[in-house]
DNA sequence: TTGCTCAACTTGTTTGAACAAGCTGACGCT
DNA sequence: AGCGTCAGCTTGTTCAAACAAGTTGAGCAA
């Protein structure tokens, strides 16, 4: 049976809020005070069942609500779990070019500075290019192009992936880009020594919800967004590559350090 | 009564997904594959009641489902539409204090130039340093801050959130900064003509579901993450200015444009 | 002690029903 | 023609019940 919510009650203020979100406004108020810290444990559905005098399913909606807010984990016989955030800072101004390898190394040295321990799979394809990659490398849509994956993992959690696409032209200068396996000494380094340097870059960040493959893949729960970072990397005015990577929403935190006095010459 | 989900069948292939995932993957392939093409409707929960043979709240799990992934819009009485996108590019390596005035401005003149009508809503506050923005800031937690806070719309739908907190020693050299209304020629170009001059920023950049503030705020609907940018300002190695912004995720995208030509020098 | 089983918890999935409430167009009244 | 009402569409909220399936610890057997 229906049962239309007081309209006057409560805490003697308006309150015609449907009673499911009652139940996930009270808990997401107990969990920002601290009655629920991070990594405890909320009371079961059947306790919230009693304490809210709802039934199960409209305590479950309540509970769907902060799930989908990235607020609570749920899990099978276990129950629900407040979710506990940790970052890893990811400094994406810094030129890699200099004494620091490149990519995989980048992120090999960052994740170990952080005491952490660093894992990758590694894959190389020939692909033609997608449009909006054709469009960043300038060349035909469809073409061909070396697509080097990564899949990154942090302690054994899965990080982040990383596709970088390099247009034929310059695979056909530096044919070591096509070897299945990881370039030792890192690619921008393996560019620069057949002259070919990455002097700028230009990177586009959003953000949204995770295809299921993605979920997948980062093994995300509900409630977390992705951050998506394209790069594309310019020698002499001419893209060399394109990168884009998939980051875990609740594990990544990109930074740009930018000075005035750098960028004073190149106003676009 | 429970109806476990046929195991072998289908295409042919093992199938035990939930009902309403299959109901939510089947809509998901058909928009992707253009059947249903942005800004178009869903067929009604009654016609895929008949159409999978599940119950409607099974039917509404499996939309809720794409909702969540901010594929798809509900409203009560129309029906389900496919989300279409439309980002905003925002350019955030430029530097605004040589010939373009700051925030409102850049954002002025950014919205202006793609065509579109900017409005914004504007308010002035004292208040105590959160700890975040403290340490930012180099500031004692919890002493005073001059906070000016930013309500921008671009043809008058919800577009981001900005609150740009100032030191107080900063202030006192700066008193116009307590103004509760806008300054003509942008902060940072008053700063500047006090000597004060914005040299370098740090950026950070994260994602996460908005809270239910930021929903109310910017009218977001379930399914998209909010991009939180903030940015602080330095003059001389210290920090003259903390901006916490919130964009909606499906609104805008950021982009750095870098020169290693430029940051060669600093290698942090 | 070790290891297995199982009862008793937990969340996950599904159904059918009922009523609330927003939206739209048909119909009929002025 | 203009306007208001309302039937009939839509999604939103809530309930009660049942069975599926993951997790854990108590207790029994080897």
């Known amino acids: 049976m229906y049962q239309r919510v007081a309209r006057v009650r409560d805490d003697g203020r308006m ?28 009371p079961s559905e059947n306790d919230l ?27 099978q016989g276990l129950g629900y779990e407040v979710r506990s955030h940790e970052v890893f800072e990811l400094n994406a101004s810094r030129f890699e070019n200099l004494s620091f390898p490149q990519q995989g190394d980048a992120y090999n040295t960052d ?13 190389v394809e020939l692909k033609p290019a997608p449009p909006d990659i054709a469009e960043r490398l300038k060349v035909e849509p469809a073409s061909t192009t070396v697509l ?9 959690v899965p990080w982040s992936t990383q596709a970088t696409y390099y247009p034929e032209w310059l695979v056909n200068k530096a ?9 030792a000494e890192g690619t921008t380094r393996y560019l620069a020594g057949l002259g070919i340097e990455q ?9 949204r919800m995770p295809t299921p493959d993605e979920t997948r893949l980062l093994e995300m729960s509900a409630g977390v967004p992705v951050l998506l970072w394209t790069r594309t990397g310019y020698a002499d005015d001419r893209p060399i590559r394109c990168t884009l990577t998939t980051l875990r929403g609740d594990l990544n935190r990109m930074n ?4 005035a006095l750098a960028n004073r010459d190149e106003s676009q």
Chains 1, 2 share one sequence.
Not at 24 to 42: N, Q, T, V, Y
């Open 111 to 123: 994740v170990r500075n952080a005491g952490r321990h660093p894992h990758q799979t590694f894959r």
């Open 15 to 42: 309150s015609k809020q449907p009673k499911y979100r009652q139940v996930a406004d009270a808990l997401r108020r107990e969990i920002s005070d601290g009655k629920f810290p991070p990594g405890s444990r909320l």
């Open 49 to 75: 069942t009693e304490r809210f005098s709802a039934s199960r399913n409209t305590v479950r909606s309540g509970l769907m609500q902060l799930v989908s807010e990235g607020l609570i984990t749920s899990s």
């Open 175 to 183: 044919p070591r880009l096509t070897e299945p396996g990881d370039i």
């Open 256 to 259: 740009y350090e930018v000075s």
């Open 199 to 207: 002097a700028g870059y230009f990177d586009e960040i959003s953000t």
């Open 148 to 156: 080097r994956f990564c899949h990154r993992f942090v302690d054994d």
